[in-house]
């Protein structure tokens, strides 16, 4: 039989613990962190925790060009430190901070590897097949996000010397260890390596709920998300195409302009994140407040930011409207019904707990663009206006297919562009912005393009962060230099 022992490193993942001494620490196995573990059913059930439960919508809208400065609101310190791009004091133990989300992504690191450690060790690991995948997906993940964050951009243009952050591919077994942070293209490396590996062996039949796992759709979408970032659009449209396999992707894009139009904003709320929505291809419970105050954040989307990001409809001929619906709260606090907050008391009487939501962090949407996109670059020009006149026929009201089409001329001239390949990307690029909005997916492609940004403060205070100013890299938490990672430059 295989045993399970949870000994999370420390200085990697949750600090904080270690007040108690060393000695104390491993010579404990309360049973509440030792479970034995011998059957697939057991280790998929150890791997529904294997995804990082903290949320990166907070800091990475913030630092995006989607908000501005409304002068008053909800004073949330993740929000305020990313907007003015100084470093987010905050702990592991305070929703939507960095260092919240880079111990979350250590902790579903070590709950991979010790799944995959259990697999190894048993004497039938062919049974195991599925759960080998997902445990490598799921780690390749988090390694993808931290090294996004935490570390230089990735570009494939350069040799990606910079620091990367620990790839961890060992089970945690004691607490004082050294972590090295390699290079950047060494954790690519890593990456791709255990993607290319688990992928094959993903099997939706394992799971109960899929959307809450590394699903086959949900893996190619990452697949194709990764090339993505590495410019091999040949392989972006691999998966892409893959991850919906022969099934038309037009059934699994958000029915904005049709289903949802209806809606309340509770309704909105209630099935936008739910994982019976076919766009949702991977959902993820985090410990977040976004929910709650999504649209009271001080540094947040004002009705002038929405006109603004509003403005890609202009590359659409007949002059038509979007569908999302905008609803405010007060005073210039405007959002779109998306995240909704679940609140867990620590008891049944008691007055304090946690909130959560569950966030889509692959959708069909994000799929269908990431195709388009590798299509312009690969000179099919025609397979990408299909792809973005499909998305418009989702969220144009009203929308008649004779009048509202995107053409090579309609976003050579929005966008005064001489060349379609540019009008098309920043076509993508522009619908991307008002689809995911409030979800952080902007900084992303603001990283990829290497576009600067510029937050003015109602004082007057102008602050720009060009591409290559390292203020764009999250910090390394400071309990994290325990273990021997060298925070980044300022």
């Known amino acids: 039989m295989n045993q399970i022992k949870f000994y999370k490193n420390i200085f990697l993942v949750l600090p904080v613990l270690l007040l108690s001494g060393c000695e104390d620490f491993l010579s404990t196995e309360p049973d509440s962190t030792r479970a034995t573990i011998n059957t697939p059913a057991q280790v998929s059930q150890l791997l529904t925790t294997a995804y990082p439960q ?4 907070v800091f990475a809208e913030s630092m995006s060009d989607n908000v501005e400065d409304k002068g008053r609101g909800e004073d949330d ?12 004091e905050a702990t592991v133990e305070e929703s939507d901070s960095p260092d919240m989300y880079w111990a979350e992504c250590y902790r579903a690191i070590s709950v991979a590897n010790q799944a995959l450690d259990i697999i190894s060790k048993s004497d039938e690991p062919s049974r195991f097949t599925a759960q080998r995948g997902e445990a490598l997906l799921a780690r390749a993940y988090a390694h993808f996000m931290l090294v996004s964050y935490f570390s230089k951009f990735f570009d494939p243009q350069q040799a990606n010397t910079d620091p990367g952050i620990p790839y961890v591919t060992e089970p945690e077994t004691v607490v004082l260890k050294n972590y090295e942070r390699k290079t950047v293209a060494y954790v690519y490396q890593m990456i791709e390596q255990d993607l290319l590996e688990g992928l094959p062996l993903i099997s939706d039949g394992t799971y109960t709920v899929a959307k809450y796992h590394f699903n086959r759709a949900a893996a190619n979408a990452f697949a194709s998300r990764f090339y993505l970032v590495k410019r091999d659009y040949a392989k972006v449209l ?15 894009l958000r029915p904005w302009n049709t289903t949802y139009a209806g809606l309340s ?10 994982a019976n929505q076919n766009a949702n291809l991977l959902l ?8 709650r105050y999504v649209a ?25 409207r979007w569908s999302y619906p905008l609803y405010y709260q007060g005073d210039n606090n405007y959002f779109i019904p998306k995240l909704y907050e679940y609140f867990v008391r620590e008891s ?8 959560y939501v569950m966030l889509p962090i692959f959708t069909a949407e994000e799929v269908l663009f990431n195709r388009a996109e590798a299509n312009a670059y690969l000179g099919n ?13 989702k969220r144009v009201g009203n929308y008649d297919p004779s009048a509202h089409t995107v053409t090579s001329a309609s976003m050579r001239r929005f966008f005064s562009t001489t060349n379609t390949r540019d009008g098309i990307i920043n076509t993508i690029l522009a619908f991307k912005r008002v689809e995911f909005v409030q979800e952080g997916m902007r900084w992303f492609d603001m990283q990829r393009y290497a576009l600067p940004v510029t937050h003015q403060t109602v004082l007057g205070q102008s602050i720009t962060v060009p591409a290559t100013d390292p203020k764009r890299l999250l910090q390394i938490p400071q309990s994290a230099t325990l273990a021997g990672i060298a925070q980044n430059p300022r």
């Open 54 to 57: 903290g949320g990166y919508v």
């Open 77 to 88: 310190i993740t929000n305020r430190a990313s907007f003015l791009f100084q470093e987010v």
């Open 238 to 252: 691999q998966y892409a195409n893959e991850a919906f396999g022969g099934n038309s992707i037009a059934d699994n």
């Open 265 to 274: 904003p509770q309704e909105l709320w209630n099935i936008y994140a739910r």
């Open 284 to 291: 993820v419970e985090t410990a977040s407040t976004v929910g």
């Open 296 to 320: 009271q954040y001080r540094y947040g989307m004002t009705y002038g930011k929405w006109l603004e990001i509003s403005a890609a409809a202009g590359v659409i001929n007949g002059s038509p």
């Open 348 to 355: 049944v009487n008691a007055d304090i707990g946690t909130a």
């Open 381 to 393: 020009t025609a397979a990408s206006l299909v792809d973005i006149n499909l998305f418009v026929s």
